[in-house]
């Protein structure tokens, strides 16, 4: 039987998949922070070869050194953060799930953050490094511990890293403090009105009491008309 001949539509299809093929980019590997990790799987003699970011690091550790040296980044594709034997783990698709995960909670953080900022900036408060690194040393100091030393228990123990500990809670916190004391500024008028409504000059009062109502009303009489016989009265 005679060989069918491949239609125009197919022949066109199968240059431009060629085509295709031909142009797309290679991504190519080449992060000077990357570590090659190697562990033995399979039968013996072959091993299962995986590249992290950053080796056993964890996964903060790999996102700081790919947006400090644009490990991973080529102009022909996207940022890689890890690879796993032959597959890619994108920056994006890390990121993806970092907000599926943690976004609610790091927005509303952020959006605190700009709301602090802004009342800063509406009363020209300004918190500068030179502060926060004063309030990092003082709270040291209170448990008897060096700033290194404290921020390293920080980190070890609560996971939480020096640089967030000082933009995300040291930074508000000063800020706050800042605001509330141009929120609750006081008068000395208002001083001196409390002063007196709490320590102000005390009267002692005494009182008549009296079951007839004509007699009271005799006392009262009596009471006005010479004041200095209300403490005769009273007894």
């Known amino acids: ?32 922070k990357a570590y090659s990790q190697e562990r033995t799987g399979g039968t013996a003699g072959q091993g299962t070869k995986t590249r992290l970011s950053g080796g056993q690091a964890s996964s903060r550790s790999t996102i700081k050194d ?27 698709e890390l990121a993806n799930l970092c907000v599926l995960r943690h976004g609610e909670e790091v927005l509303e953080n952020m959006v605190n953050r700009y709301l602090i900022l802004q009342a800063c900036q509406e009363r020209k408060i300004e918190i500068t490094q030179k502060d926060v690194d004063d309030e990092i040393g003082r709270i040291a100091s209170k448990f008897n511990l ?30 706050l403090r800042e605001l ?8 000395p008028q208002e001083i001196d009105k409390a002063f007196q409504s709490e320590f102000g000059p005390k009267v002692q009062v005494r009182m008549i009491a009296c079951k007839d109502a004509a007699k009271l009303q005799q006392i009262h009489q009596q009471a006005t008309a010479n004041p200095d016989l209300f403490k005769t009265l009273a007894r």
Request: charged share 20%.
């Open 1 to 32: 039987m005679p060989t069918a001949r491949p239609t125009r539509a197919r022949r066109f299809f199968a240059a431009t998949l060629c085509a295709t093929c031909l142009c797309f980019p290679v991504v190519a590997w080449n992060s000077p």
């Open 66 to 92: 790919a947006e400090a040296s644009g490990a991973g980044v080529q102009e022909a594709g996207p940022a890689i953060v890890a690879l796993v034997n032959s597959q890619k783990i994108t920056l994006q």
């Open 146 to 175: 060096s700033v290194q030393m404290y921020l390293k228990l920080l980190e070890n123990e609560r996971d939480i890293r020096p640089e967030y500990y000082a933009s995300d809670v040291v930074w508000p916190m000063l800020a």
């Open 180 to 187: 509330s004391k141009e929120m609750l500024k006081v008068t």
